[in-house]
């Protein structure tokens, strides 16, 4: 019988070689693996094993005996059956957004796992939690997704990353987020990222300042700028530190309007009055972002207009955006998320970050706000809504 466990023993050490160990209380003994290395090392075991029941049912009528080497060869490939059950074999991503055009990037995502030949219910599934702006309750569903053993996380938004770091151990973490990674505490460098996180950065909260300029050249009766934020988002306190120094710069107030739940922000729109502000500009928060729709109906009643930097705003009656396209960014993000499923450490990946910027403007909006945009920007325009 020592031959043949002998030949088991040579493929668990062909099987170690390629970094990963099979045990017999063994949790995820597969974690790493292509589905082709998975398929052929299960079938060397089973043959190996298979060889050893037969040739010792032929030497001996042992009952016993041979309940013993089912038992055992049933003890053996239980953690590769519970690794990857039948009927497939793809790796749980959990997602967690804040609704809203996050979803696009979760679209850009899935094109990208596509052209690099990852498909979807086979090698990959995507486990999506929409909190809905409630980013409280972030921290709690990162933790009970890693206790669930997801292969993977994918966050999108600084502040939804940040709750999720702070609620996992070991999960490893693909971000793409609109502010440095750095100075929200999510790496420790944009070439080294260190720990368990990595990602893609996108120019949102930089831009901000930006924005109040463009917005300016749009609208140039501006004098009053409101803002609807949560101060506790680091995010959304860097974009709004940019907003008051460009505010300056540009001689326009800022009105600032805190808020820090979706109930909150649901409040101060309905007390908002037209004379408090001229134009409304968008600072970079998740929670607030989740919700823009109330934010526009909000100030195309009050005929406000805005500069956003969701994209997917503008096609829901904001007046403009200068900012990154979504779809282009999870397409970016999708070689971390596809390496890391393939076993690949976090911490070896830096940060990428996506610098196309698009300018979009709604003419239908302009012409109900009675605003009339300047030819020089409708030139530098990458789309325009009639």
């Given at each position: ?16 070689s ?44 042992d ?8 038992a055992f060869?049933?003890?053996?490939l239980?953690?590769v059956?519970a ?10 991503v ?70 999720a ?37 996108f ?32 995010a ?5 530190h ?8 540009l ?56 500069m ?26 999708a ?15 830096p ?13 239908k ?13 409708l ?8």
């Amino acid at each position: 019988m020592s031959r043949h466990f002998q030949n088991v023993a040579a493929c668990l050490k062909g099987a170690k070689s390629r970094r990963w160990r099979i045990r017999v209380s063994g949790r995820n003994p597969l974690k790493g693996l292509s589905l082709a290395e998975t398929k052929s090392d299960i079938l060397k075991i089973g043959l190996s094993l298979g060889a050893g029941m037969t040739a010792m049912c032929r030497r001996e009528d042992d009952v016993s005996k041979r309940r013993l080497l089912a038992a055992f060869a049933a003890a053996l490939l239980l953690p590769v059956c519970a690794a990857y059950p039948q009927g497939g074999s793809a790796r749980k991503v959990g997602v967690i957004l804040q609704g809203g055009s996050w979803y696009e990037v979760v679209e850009g995502l899935r094109d990208g796992l596509k052209g690099i030949g990852f498909e979807e219910g086979k090698q990959y599934a995507l486990d999506i939690h929409d909190m809905h702006g409630e980013i409280g309750t972030v921290e709690q569903e990162a933790r009970t997704l890693e206790q669930q053993q997801v292969a993977l996380l994918y966050t999108l938004s600084a502040s939804v990353s940040v709750a999720a770091k702070r609620g996992t151990s070991k999960t490893p973490i693909v971000f793409v987020v609109g502010t440095n990674p750095v100075v929200v505490d999510l790496v420790e460098s944009i070439r080294k990222p260190g720990g368990r996180l990595t990602g893609v950065q996108f120019r949102a909260t930089d831009l901000t300042g930006k924005r109040l300029e463009m917005l300016l050249e749009i609208a140039p009766k501006v004098h009053r700028v409101v803002a609807f934020y949560d101060p506790q988002n680091p995010a959304a306190r860097e974009s709004a530190h940019e907003a008051q120094e460009a505010a300056q710069k540009l001689n326009l107030e800022l009105v600032e309007r805190h808020v820090n739940s979706v109930s909150q922000l649901q409040k101060a729109l309905e007390a908002f009055k037209g004379d408090e502000a001229d134009a409304v500009i968008a600072i970079s928060d998740a929670m607030v972002d989740s919700h823009i729709q109330y934010i526009i109906d909000m100030a195309n009643a009050l005929k406000l207009p805005t500069m956003l930097y969701d994209p997917g705003a503008v096609a829901k009656g904001g007046l403009a955006t200068y900012s990154a396209d979504y779809k282009e960014v999870g397409r970016l993000s999708a070689k971390y998320v596809h390496r890391i499923l393939q076993g690949a450490n976090p911490a070896e990946f830096p940060v990428e970050g996506a610098d196309k910027l698009l300018l979009v403007i709604n003419l239908k909006t302009a012409r109900q706000l009675e605003i009339k945009i300047p030819e020089s920007v409708l030139t530098r325009a990458d789309k325009i809504i009639e």
